[in-house]
């Protein structure tokens, strides 16, 4: 028996062992999803469960190393535990900004004492985090941000307003970019630093979207003393940490065009549509649709597991992370909008009487994923990256 | 699956490939193979040295002469003949003729031809379209008709690849109708009755129109099982199908990285045009096209040597996705390098040529994604 074999009949048994029965098949239900955090409110209390043992057995953020509160899984073991969780159909034990991005960028660019002081608390799921990139005028063009950060003795004291912050009205810590020297080129006076979200001059205030939902906040920052220790890497050289921090959100927001256990399209047009005599779609305009949108995502998953393949051969990461996070994103966005094409006039439902929670539910996720390719990055901005870093073609 | 990553014999046989092809001048020698206007269309001393490296060997079993390889690494040598436009027949004399004779031949069958075939002493080829026969394997209009103890082959294939200077043909003939009619034969090239006349294809490659008036052969030149021939057809297509994947990736690579230094080197308005937004964003969406042709090629490639239950899905999930990625990118290829392209002296347009042979050989995208829905069932 190979070592993964043998690894997946551990993980088997434990999933089986250590997962509420009640969260089985909740995989897609985002009520079921566990950010962590101080604030932390659980719509079924299994969740909290099973993040819980989770954490206990360090499966909350696998491939973390021990000490950090991971089990130092490598990444195909990780891959393995992944497909017995989603085995049957569990979420995740821990999502969010922690798990996905400060934790692996701690990882890399943090002090031993940084990495001591916050990876646990992230694994253990008593410490949410949010992003502190956008500002009003500096969306795309991030590296123009303005949020200003003055030495006082051993702390920064922070002065600006950031945009976008996903769940900061939850969150206990934001990372953040902020201008620590204004008088060099804008990439080289920005300092990546981490703010405790309950210090004194923090607001924040919910932004409405036109999925009628608030993930995203405006957060100001008045005279917020955040000590020097909390920068991670150094001084003015944030935009480094910032763009591997950008490659770990753009794996993360791009894995979203794979397919894993979500609604099947065939199905739901059978469904929706009906069947000719032969047992096929009946409408070949959609049939086709369909079809494409199905070999688009099998090409992706493709890619994306001879990338992971290649890593694992020893081949340098580069900028694949933009072509991730441009085709995944834009993937998603033509799969929501041909569910809608699917439903038909069953996709129009807002709330109330006439429509299925499936179908009001639709109607939301497909708002919502009008974002997925202006946030983390345009797709404007990922072909830029990948004309200039992979084709080197001239400025 | 297996890895979708490169082992490194792997990676060096598709750098001796590589070699091959430029050492004997790239792109430059398919222009002089057809402005000399020769029939057979290729090298034969590029022919033999592929023998001598063992490649027209590489699919087939030791006890053959063969080197006992897969498809994975048959994409590896179309790949490099795509990137060199090499006209030399491997996918129709060694993917699809001798992989279907070491799948559905006799034990006599196989000895009389493969070990010949691997030494680049003989060279089959298979007659599979007939005029209108569009990609169904199984519209043949061909006849055999029982002849004593043997058969009578009466019918018109077109577009033999390869057909000019082949010793043999695989042919497929309706016996009775219906689906499982399909016979397959090996017929020699001297036989009394078979007519070859040459085609003049838009790609130049060696082509040819095979005429079968009351051919007759015997009982041992059937192949397979009589009224068996669509099922070992039906793999050997496959086979071929992702052969000719590997073929389309080279030739778009090769006519993408051709444009990118064009856009690299080309001043109007007083900069390079590679400058401009709207030329980048395009070039991006192709380079994505072509990682995501590349992936689908290793894993159709992969799947068919494991034998995966979902081969013939893979197969068609990367014949779609390379005749869509070839056609975006020598029709962008061609667009961006301006009038210069549209000059027969320029190279780019050999690349178009070829990519269109490409797209129709086996079923094009649309083709591709009706086999995909219906083997998915929806």
């Known amino acids: 028996m190979s070592d993964l074999t043998a690894f997946r009949e551990k993980a088997r048994a434990w999933v089986e062992a250590n997962s509420p029965e009640f969260l089985r098949g909740k995989a897609s239900d985002p009520k079921a999803w566990a950010a962590g955090g101080r604030k932390a409110s659980f719509t079924y209390p299994e969740s909290r469960d099973w993040l819980l043992a989770a954490a206990a057995r360090g499966f909350s953020v696998p491939t973390w190393p021990e000490q950090y509160g991971g089990a130092g899984l490598a990444r195909d073991e990780a891959l393995v535990l992944q497909e017995e969780i989603a085995r049957l159909a569990l979420p995740m034990p821990l999502t969010g900004f922690g798990y996905s991005m400060i934790g692996p960028t701690l990882l890399d660019h943090g002090t031993e004492a940084q990495k001591a002081e916050h990876l ?22 991030l590296a123009s941000l303005a949020t200003s950060a003055v030495r006082d003795g051993d702390f920064y004291v922070i002065n600006g307003q950031k945009v976008w912050t996903s769940g900061a009205d939850e969150a206990d810590w934001i990372f953040m970019l902020v201008r620590t020297d204004p008088d060099v080129k804008k990439q080289r006076g920005i300092t990546f630093i981490l703010v ?59 894995g979203m065009g794979r397919g894993g256990a979500r609604t099947s399209l065939p199905d739901l047009a059978r469904d929706y549509v009906g069947v000719d005599e032969e047992g096929r779609i009946d409408d070949p305009a959609l049939r086709e649709r369909v079809t494409q949108c199905e070999m688009d995502a099998m090409s992706y998953g493709l890619t994306v597991k001879r990338h992971g393949d290649g890593l694992e051969a020893g081949h340098k990461p580069g900028p694949e992370s933009s072509m991730f996070k441009y085709y995944g994103t834009e993937l998603n966005m033509r799969r929501e909008e041909l569910m809608l094409s699917i439903r038909g006039p069953q996709a129009l439902g807002w709330e109330g009487e006439g429509f299925e929670p499936a179908e009001l539910n639709q109607t939301r996720t497909w708002l919502r994923s009008r974002a997925n390719s202006i946030e983390g990055g345009t797709s404007e901005i990922q072909l830029n990256i990948i004309a200039k870093r992979v084709l080197g073609l001239p400025d | 699956m297996a890895a979708l990553v ?34 057979l269309a290729y090298s034969p001393e590029v022919w033999a040295e592929m023998a001598d490296l063992g490649w027209l060997g590489i699919p087939f079993a030791e006890e053959h002469g063969g080197l006992g390889m897969g498809m994975a690494e048959t994409v590896l040598i179309t790949e490099a003949m795509g990137r060199g436009l090499a006209p030399e027949p491997f996918v129709s004399a060694v993917v699809f003729a001798g992989g279907l004779i070491a799948d559905a031949g006799a034990a006599e069958q196989r000895t009389a031809w493969l070990p010949q075939l691997i030494d680049g002493e003989k060279r089959l080829a298979p007659a599979l379209l007939e005029a209108g026969s569009r990609y169904g394997l199984d519209r043949v209009e061909t006849r055999a008709q029982p002849n004593g103890a043997g058969w009578s082959l009466s019918g018109e294939k077109v577009q033999v690849v390869g057909g000019v200077g082949a010793d043999g043909f695989l042919i497929a003939a309706r016996t009775e109708g219906g689906d499982d009619g399909l016979t397959l034969f090996l017929v020699p090239a001297t036989a009394d009755g078979l007519e070859v006349v040459a085609q003049k294809r838009v790609d130049s490659r060696n082509s040819a129109i095979v005429r079968l008036n009351d051919v007759q052969v015997g009982a041992g030149s059937v192949l397979g099982d009589v009224c068996g021939g669509l099922e070992p057809l039906g793999r050997a297509v496959d086979r071929a199908t992702v052969a000719v994947c590997g073929e389309m990736l080279g030739v778009m690579t090769e006519a993408f990285e051709r444009t990118i230094e064009y856009l690299k080197s080309r001043r109007q308005f007083g900069v390079l045009i590679g400058t401009f937004q709207a030329l980048k964003h395009r070039a991006a969406k192709m380079f994505i096209e072509i990682e995501l042709s590349r992936s689908t090629v290793m894993a159709a490639a992969r799947a068919l040597d494991a034998s995966d239950a979902d081969a013939a899905l893979q197969v068609s999930n990367a014949k779609a996705r390379c005749s869509d990625a070839l056609i975006l990118v020598t029709n962008e290829a061609l667009q961006m390098h301006g009038g210069i392209g549209m000059t027969d002296e320029h190279d780019i347009g050999l690349f178009i040529k070829r990519a269109r042979a490409l797209e129709f050989a086996f079923g094009d995208a649309a083709f591709h994604r009706q086999r995909f829905a219906a083997l998915r069932g929806f």
């Open chain 1, 196 to 254: 405790d979200m309950e210090s004194p001059g923090v607001e924040v205030r919910p932004i409405r979207l036109i999925s009628g939902a608030s993930p995203f906040c405006e957060t100001f920052f008045h005279n917020v003393r955040a000590p020097v220790h909390q920068v991670i890497g150094d001084v003015n050289s944030g935009w480094t940490v910032a763009k591997a921090l950008l490659g770990h959100e753009r794996t993360s927001i791009g």
């Open chain 2, 6 to 39: 490169l082992t490194a014999p792997q990676d060096m046989l598709a750098r001796t490939a590589a070699e091959l092809i430029s050492k004997h001048g790239g792109v430059d020698r398919q222009r002089q193979l057809r402005d000399a206007g020769d029939e």
């Open chain 1, 120 to 141: 646990p608390k992230i694994a253990r799921g008593e410490i949410r985090w949010c992003q502190g990139y956008s500002e009003p005028n500096a969306g795309s063009d």
